[in-house]
């Protein structure tokens, strides 16, 4: 069905694309690629966020459009394509799916720079980019240890990919740091979006005695979940305050506007270069949503985290750390190397879940 | 509340919509119309039902609206199909097309705006019942309403002479016209009533199972739903087991999960699909009740001679 959807958007897209070139030939093009709408409460809606802070800061030198909606697989290269060919200069998408699809236009057209979200792969026109949302995640497990009356917490999770075990695994390692006895259930939906199995999982949860929770998926359901049973929880992309005013403890914000800014107006400087960039809480592309429904000590010690994380003090990966299964992972102040965190296929100690292959 | 009943209210909340929606689909494929648009008449009545209660304040108003654009969206499809003799299922598919993209047009501005809850209500003494008074009789408007559907679909369609001219249509719009039963009207009525089920399903997810808007938030269910009628072989009693079964499974395996039971999370995310199909053809096996089911017109053209 998607694909009918995405065909049409797409053919819209391009004749509102040609329609606009003429008037604004004199403008540098900025083109994104979401995965879901850009007002989906939550990952999209955040990059397009970012792309409103390009638009605004370059008003007068670049024009910015999106395509959204685009299902990850082969149809995104179609959608890629049809921006690059329409005039773009500078394409981001946005979605750890649509890496094979950007490589392979990123190839076709060598004039055009591509940067593709959340990806390892690159090339000489096309650079990838990512936010540590370990890093605040792992606030978040030290923030839930001191929070839940019953050494647990339970994590709705969307796909075993090594972006979202990494989480579960830098929650768990927060929350052992304050509780070594902390047990962590893992929920898969095997979704990033639909509200209804969202809220289900979170209300199974709390059925089964878990008083705090956090999520991994695209919407707001689980935290309404949590504000209507009285527990809390974590949000997740975007601040979910409203959902939840009695019930969010923080949540950890995508805030890609900055990096944008910066590779934008890099390519307008001509000194654009393909790069490998993954930031975290200190360049600012992940912020923390007010610390609120929590004791001041908490709070004390969640901004004391925060500041140690950003400082380079703490590596929420530092020996040492057992694997699942008890065997040892890394020793004593020895920390994880970026490669083997991108490519985690593995839970650390502590974790409640047999991970799916 | 201990957690049997916990699960029990999941579980309803989890089949209403499915219930609801296939009950109105069933009716109108009884008719001999295949209206895929169900997804697309779904989420324009979740948004219609959101928007209303948001302008209104009351959620009942908001039921309302999804009703009304459940019901004016199928009067879309009804007139191409019936009216212009479109294709059915290209039009129900340009139909749901059409339904998600004008839902999240009309929900621009309602995105992450704290929804209405429709408030439950207590049946008097029967509340009170242990178990079942809590999990059965303190529910919302939506929930009494499926029941009613579908007490009220089974005596229509199999004890009224209206259900029978309309399964008479169903089975064979040229002899029903022979009989000067009015075929394109009945349909009409059917389809209106198909959009009007879809619509308050729609406004059940928007205000009681996640009370908020988001675009695509029907996730899929309209499709569940059209699987429901055929598997349940056009019988409301099974389309209603299937949903609840649908349902449950969904949940329990959610539950399964917390408890780690160690079975890979794939094949349970799977396991509602498939334990809905599996006992639906058994109960649906015997083939020539199963042929005396199946609307012999479903889907065709309709063509009054002159």
């Known amino acids: 069905m998607k694909k009918f959807a995405f065909a049409l958007a797409a053919s819209a897209a391009a004749v509102i694309g040609f329609s606009s070139a003429a008037a604004a030939a004199d403008k540098t093009k900025v083109c994104y690629v979401y995965v879901g709408s850009h007002t989906d409460g939550g990952y999209s809606q955040a990059h397009d966020l970012g792309r409103q802070q390009v638009q605004k800061e370059f008003a007068d030198k670049v024009e910015t459009s999106y395509l959204e909606n685009v299902p990850e697989g082969p149809d995104a290269e179609r959608a890629i394509e049809r921006l690059a060919r329409s005039g773009c200069s500078l394409i981001f998408s946005t979605s750890f799916g649509f890496m094979d699809a950007t490589v392979k236009v990123a190839a076709k057209f060598p004039k055009v720079k591509f940067e593709h979200g959340t990806g390892y792969k690159t090339g000489p026109n096309l650079g990838t980019y990512n936010s540590r949302f370990y890093e605040g995640r792992y606030i978040l497990g030290q923030i839930a240890a001191k929070t839940s009356k019953n050494h647990g917490a339970a994590y709705i999770a969307s796909f075993p990919i090594p972006e979202v075990v990494m989480g579960i695994n830098s929650f768990e390692q927060g929350a052992r740091s304050i509780d070594p006895s902390f047990k962590l259930k893992v929920i898969w939906v095997n979704t990033w979006f639909d509200p209804g199995k969202e809220a289900d999982a979170a209300k199974a949860m709390v059925d089964q005695g878990v008083d705090v929770i956090t999520q991994h998926t695209d919407t707001t359901a689980p935290m309404q979940v949590a504000e209507a049973r009285g527990i809390h929880a974590f949000g997740q992309a975007s601040d979910m305050i409203a959902a939840g005013p009695h019930a969010q403890l923080t949540a950890i914000v995508d805030t890609w506007g900055n990096y944008y800014s910066k590779r934008v107006k890099a390519l307008l400087d001509g000194t654009w270069k393909a790069e490998q960039t993954w930031d975290g809480l200190k360049e600012g592309v992940l912020t923390m949503a007010a610390y609120t429904n929590m004791p001041d000590d908490v709070k004390k010690m969640a901004e004391e985290t925060e500041a140690k994380i950003k400082s380079g003090e703490l590596h929420p990966f530092t020996g040492p750390i057992n694997k699942q299964d008890g065997t040892p992972w890394l020793k004593a102040g020895e920390k994880a190397d970026d490669a083997t965190l991108l490519g985690m296929n593995f839970y650390v100690e502590g974790v409640d879940d047999k991970l799916p292959k | ?306």
């Open chain 2, 1 to 306: 509340m201990n957690i049997w009943e916990a699960i029990l209210l999941t579980v309803i909340t989890a089949s209403t919509p499915l219930v609801i929606a296939a009950l109105g689909e069933l009716v109108t494929e009884r008719s001999g119309v295949l209206n895929l648009g169900v997804e697309g008449m779904m989420i324009i009545g979740a948004v219609a039902a959101f928007v209303g209660a948001q302008l209104s304040g009351s959620p009942y108003v908001g039921i309302l609206c999804g009703i009304a654009g459940g019901a004016v969206s199928s009067q879309l499809f009804a007139f191409l199909t019936l009216t212009l003799v479109a294709n059915q299922v290209a039009t129900g598919l340009a139909l749901t097309l059409l339904g998600l993209g004008v839902s999240g047009m009309i929900g621009e501005g309602y995105v992450s705006v704290p929804g209405v809850r429709l408030p439950e209500i207590a049946i008097p003494v029967l509340s009170d019942v242990p178990v079942i008074g809590a999990v059965l009789f303190r529910q919302d408007l939506i929930f009494y309403l499926s029941i009613v559907l579908l007490l009220g679909v089974n005596w229509f369609l199999f004890r009224s002479r209206a259900g029978l001219k309309l399964r008479a249509i169903g089975d064979s719009h040229t002899s029903a016209h022979a009989l000067g039963i009015h075929v394109i009207r009945t349909r009409y009525l059917a389809v209106m009533f198909g959009g009007a089920c879809a619509g308050l399903a729609g406004a059940q997810l928007s205000l009681v199972y996640t009370p908020q808007w988001v675009e695509n938030m029907s996730a899929g269910r309209g499709w569940i739903t059209l699987a429901l009628v055929v598997f349940a072989s056009w019988r409301p009693w099974r389309v209603f087991a299937g949903g609840y079964l649908f349902g449950a499974v969904t949940i329990l395996q959610l539950h399964a999960q917390a408890l780690g039971l160690g079975i890979p999370s794939q094949y349970l995310s799977m396991l509602p699909y498939a334990a809905t199909i599996v006992v639906l053809i058994i109960i649906s096996h015997n083939r020539r009740t199963t042929m005396i089911n199946t609307p012999a017109s479903l889907g065709k053209a309709f063509v009054p001679e002159r």
